[in-house]
């Protein structure tokens, strides 16, 4: 293996590592490793600056002569920092009354038919300056970060017009600058038919392509592109012309396909290469083929699932069968997954969606960095990659799926930077 040809070269490649974990075991998420989790038990690991430089086992470990920091992980645990590929982080107010009236029976559906549901979110985030904004949206992405996420992807779509949805991106930008967290942000203008295009919805689709998204690209606001197929929302037709557009400027591709009926939108991303398609309970066989062969992640959001109280399962047993690679992802949003925890998502895929534990660990880690393409970044204990680390006071990493709550993460590294918590 690899590692084992680096640590025969000598010990070399630990001489310019900045920081040392010895006696820990890594949960590499590395898939040329053929164990569990890509389990390598009692190794060392060194970084140098935002780095992973090198990795071996503790046999043929020696300590390198010269300035570095060195920390005893006491056969602790060590993962790839979280990633939480799907969230609607930032917004404005809250959906606290539709809650109740959903408690009472009225459907997802019925509550954004009568005008309710997203739009009574975009009118809370039209009313909010950049400023509050940011404000509101801090508390949450706090709760991320406690939890060890290192990289969110936060998606705009509560503005649906060019001043509001510039401002949601601008708004990650912001909360990017101000926290250690790596943000993916995607431009999701085709989330919900704005008031001002009720009767008239190709128009709004002609100001995505041709404004908005010359827009976001202009100021280098977005990295990807999003749409809701759905209908409550738009059309395949309507979803082909933003990705067209999408792809024109170069950006990459998402959606929240087949949710809550099969519009067969699965299809349309694959043929449009898509990073990935979200959601997913009435995805089919057919929808399930096409992305396998466009190799596009599943990303699974069972916090949706739960809150929502669905009952179709998206189609678990065929996602293995045709390899298709399974993201997890919070979706935090303020209607259908009011949830601020990427712990709390694991748990669910599993309880929820019968994912094991490793494939759970793998939703959030490896298989998340290839829905934002970040593969060859994050999401890995590889050397090359940077240096985000999660160390857990754990006896195996399944307990991360098992348990929630609990205080088991004893250190961040986020690009290279340790901090101690708790
Ligand atoms: O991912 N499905 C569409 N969008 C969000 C919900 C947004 C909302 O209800 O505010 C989702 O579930
Ligand atoms: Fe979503």
Redesign the pocket.
């Known amino acids: 293996m690899y590692i084992h040809l680096k640590s025969s070269i000598g010990n070399m490649v630990f001489d310019t590592a900045t920081v040392i974990w010895i006696n820990v075991n890594l949960a590499t998420m590395d898939n040329n490793i053929d164990r569990d989790y890509g389990a390598l038990h009692h190794q060392a690991i060194g970084i140098c600056d935002d780095r992973i430089i090198a990795i071996c086992a503790m046999g043929q470990f020696v300590l390198p002569i010269g300035d570095v920091r060195i920390i005893d992980a006491k056969g602790r645990w060590l993962t790839p920092g979280l990633i939480d590929a ?1 969230t ?1 982080l930032v917004y404005a107010g809250n ?1 606290a009354a539709e809650f109740e009236q959903r408690l009472q029976g009225v459907s ?1 559906q019925q509550i954004a038919e009568r005008g309710g ?2 739009l009574s ?1 975009v009118k809370a985030t039209r009313a909010a300056s950049l400023a509050e904004l940011v404000r509101v949206s801090q508390p949450r992405l706090t709760a991320l970060l406690n939890e060890g996420v290192s990289c969110v992807e936060i998606k705009s ?2 503005g649906l017009n060019i001043d509001d949805e510039l401002k949601m991106l601008r708004a990650a930008k912001i909360l990017t600058a101000n926290n250690p967290v790596r943000v993916s942000t995607t431009l999701l203008a085709a ?1 919900s038919i704005p008031p001002e295009y009720q009767h008239n919805p190709d128009q709004y689709i002609d100001l995505i392509c041709q404004q908005l998204i010359p827009a976001a690209v202009e100021e280098s606001l977005v990295d990807a592109v999003d749409v ?1 197929c ?1 209908q409550i ?1 738009f059309s395949r037709a309507q979803c082909e012309r933003v990705f067209a557009a999408a792809q024109k400027h170069g950006l990459a591709i998402k959606g ?1 396909m087949e ?1 809550l009926s099969n519009q067969q939108g699965s299809q349309l991303a694959a043929s449009f290469n898509a990073l990935s398609v ?2 997913l309970e009435w995805l089919d066989e057919a929808g399930v083929q096409a992305i396998s062969a466009s190799g596009t992640v599943a990303t699974l ?1 069972p916090a ?1 699932y739960y809150f929502l109280r669905e009952t179709k399962m998206p189609p678990i047993e065929l996602l293995r069968q045709y390899q298709v690679p399974m993201a997890i992802a919070s ?1 935090l ?5 009011p949830l601020a925890s990427i712990r709390l998502a694991m748990q669910m895929a599993c309880t929820l969606f019968r994912l094991t534990p490793r494939e759970s660990l793998a939703g959030v880690t490896c298989n998340a960095a290839k829905a934002l393409g970040l593969s060859e970044e994050i999401g890995q204990l590889k050397v090359g990659m940077q240096a985000d680390m999660l160390l857990w006071d754990i006896e195996s990493p399944a307990q991360l799926s098992y348990q929630f709550g609990m205080q088991e993460l004893v250190q961040k590294v986020f690009a290279g930077s340790v901090s101690d918590v708790g």
């Open positions: 799907h609607h959906r997802y549901g997203i979110t779509g509560y989330h809701f759905e929302a929240h949710q979200d959601h959001l949706a979706d949003n303020p209607g259908s997954a």
